[in-house]
């Protein structure tokens, strides 16, 4: 194997679009400076609300294939280059929304034996030794079963990584400070008359809000990266519209595309008010 670059992120979610949301300007940014960055996505989604009409008869593994080309495109417009899904594609179903009967399939996500699909995670971990990995908090960011399994699932994978031998140093949360969301959102009413979108979100519908102070890490990736990081979105077009900077799931609620992005760091050192995931690391400084 040919050796990988200095600095090396390794991101784990849940569904085909949920990198792009939360972490594309992220990644396209890391990706341009020529860190490896790696994607992995525990299931494909195929319980996920279609958006244009002309693709709403996908569903199930249709609708997971289809998701699996849409992700294909969003990493590829990010510039990522190593994306995988946990376990191969097809071993962790989509659990559906909380609540529902689905959750209760025993090849869903969210039924996953949290320690087996660790274990997967923990080769890969292995393999690419990643100083940094980003996730969602114990919450998953807004209580979906396969975020908080995916959280889970993140954290004991560091864990048993480091019992073999690869210590993670900073594992960060995705988050978005409450200042900034509440900002945005007043900007959005102010101008929703004029989206393509006929409501508004509201705060409350934002994962991972948090107050100001837990906010450890803000990553700004510049035009650039935050191009890359609509053209992703754009590329899930099953689950996103876009109108620039604001946009929509199924439930068709305007909401602000944040191109600024936002992390608590919950485990090791980094440095007050850093710009930059690798921090403190010694790894070589972002070019
Ligand atoms: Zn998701």
Not at 46 to 59: C, D, K, N, S, Y
Not at 104 to 128: H, K, M, N, R
Not at 183 to 207: H, I, N, S, W, Y
């Amino acid at each position: 194997m040919t050796e990988l670059p200095d600095r090396r992120l390794l991101l784990v979610h849940a569904h085909p679009d949920d990198e792009s949301i939360n972490n594309g300007a992220t990644m396209a940014r890391y990706a341009a400076e020529g860190a490896y960055v790696t994607l992995v996505t525990c299931t494909l989604g195929e319980r996920g609300e279609v958006i244009p009409p002309e693709l709403r008869h996908l569903t199930g593994p249709a609708l997971g294939a289809h998701r699996r080309g849409e992700l294909a495109a969003a990493v590829g417009a990010l510039g990522v280059t190593d994306a995988r899904l946990l376990g191969g594609a097809g071993r962790y179903g989509d659990s559906g929304m909380m609540g529902i009967p689905d959750n209760d399939d025993p090849g869903c996500f969210w039924q996953a034996d949290v320690d087996t699909a660790a274990g997967a995670l923990a080769e890969v971990i292995l393999e690419v030794r990643p100083q940094v990995v980003v996730t969602y908090d114990d919450h998953g960011g807004y209580g979906h079963p396969d975020h908080i399994q995916a959280h889970r699932v993140a954290m004991r994978a560091v864990d048993l990584a480091a019992e073999r031998g690869h210590l993670v140093a900073k594992v960060y949360w995705n988050r978005v400070p409450r200042s900034v969301a509440e900002a945005a959102f007043a900007r959005l009413q102010d101008e929703l008359a004029a989206l393509p979108f006929d409501k508004g979100a509201t705060v409350a519908d934002v994962p991972g809000v948090v107050d100001d102070e837990r906010i450890t890490t803000t990553i700004d990736g510049g035009p650039g990266a935050a191009a890359a990081k609509a053209a992703a979105m754009r590329a899930h077009a099953t689950q996103i519209e876009v109108a620039e900077p604001y946009f929509a799931l199924s439930n068709e609620l305007a909401q602000p595309l944040f191109t600024t992005e936002y992390y608590e760091l919950v485990r090791g050192t980094g440095e007050p008010g850093e710009t930059d995931l690798f921090a403190g690391l010694g790894t070589g400084a972002a070019s």
